[in-house]
């Protein structure tokens, strides 16, 4: 492919005399380096790219882009192109070298501290039913009409929400070629804040929520709603949760049309009447265009903002009111979200595995439990907190944690490079009582603690993995699955007793 060609793409400036350069590969990882590339030098949270410039193109590499004001200490004999961003223009390099994908999809973007996997689920199994071919894009991983997409870049242990520019439109022009029409996207305040998504255009948004999160990358919540909100000014359409007080927030940097859905607020969507219970949500969803009855079979108060916000987004796309109540009515769940693990009928406990990490989450299905637990048995609550991610919700969570389940196991959730005993040390810190509590700081073990310990009519909440099937700690990254632990462990219980 051409330089200028490339160059144009992403506005930067090419010479004429490097116009007809050949680029064979476009790289910001040194080490992947080889001849015919285009490196581009990137400032990483670790690491700069631009003190790699040597070994780049000792690889092989035929141009640099760097940024201006980047001082580079030696010559070299190959061009060095100038950016003020070059996170921002290798977006735009990766969107060209994919064929412009983006221009033939429909892009629907989601984004919140909670609630981004299941509102995307809830929105294919809506498009789907329309007989829309549908991609997805997110925490669970990445779909294409229907089949899986190896969304994985260089470093295969890495797993984002929102991938990389140079795995992300590779998969977009994969949905391209699959046929897809449109595709659902969980779009992170990291994805946000490192330009990742600065050439697509949405045909629509959805704000979920926003609660303490990230503030190791961020500093601060302004700053984190500011991330959040570069996706409102890049969509046609914003549908917002009105019941977030930085709704207004993201209300104020949309350029399209904005929808408003609130459960106790007057919005342009309002749910009126509503029952959830252990067999779901249902509510009436009410608006200038809609009057209708809306049931969902996943269990939690959060079910109803979700999939009224999937409902009210469908709408808005000129989706009609049947395919929308027929589409959440007949949906079953979504992996790792209140997922319940099938243990058979001698089970006289349950045990349900969710991804709550955030302390609104873990509130949140603290009281989703409280609604549906046996009033014979106890919450029981296994969690813990990821190691190299924000501290300073380690004791939020141990306080939410005894003050809202009846027991608490503490363990390890992908400790990475610190020490799992400290991240335990710093949860229990913030526990209003230490009783009715224990700590387990291997998480297999933990697990087998809390089914070896079940009493009739228990809800064992299993929070913080989710969908995830495996552990990272200092030795990296190894299968672990908690649903094939929990099986295993009640298999042993039953043994015990016969």
Known sequence: MKLKFLCDAAGIDCPARYADLTIDSIESDSRYVQAGALFVCIRGLHTDGHTYIADACAAGA???LAEADALIGEETKIPILRVLNTRRAISYLYHAWYGFPTKHLKMIGVTGTNGKTSVTHMLRAILEASFYRCGLIGTVGCESAGRHLDARGHNPAANMTTPDPETLYRLLSQMVDDGVEYVLM?????????EKLAPIRFEAAIFTNLTPEHLDFHGTMTAYAEAKSALFSASKLSVLNFDS????YMREKATGRVITCSQFRFADYRAEGVRADES????????DRADMRIQCSIPGGFSVINSMQAACCAL????SAPRVQDALASLIGVRGRMERVKLGFDA???VLIDYAHTPDALENLLRTAAELR???GRTVLLFGCGGDRDKGKRPMMGKIASSNADFVIVTSDNSRSEDPQQIIDEICAGMDTRENSVVIV???DAIRYAIRNARPGDLILLAGKGHEEYEITREGRCAFSEKKLVREAFAERTRAKD
Do not use: K, N, Q
């Open 280 to 287: 779901g949500v249902e509510y009436r969803l009410r608006s």
């Open 316 to 319: 808005e796309l000129g989706i």
């Open 186 to 194: 969980e779009v992170t305040s990291h994805a946000l804040a490192l």
């Open 348 to 350: 006289d406990f349950t």
């Open 245 to 248: 007080p930085y709704s207004a």
């Open 374 to 376: 046996d009033p014979r």
């Open 62 to 64: 035929v141009c640099i």
């Open 442 to 444: 291997d998480r297999a």
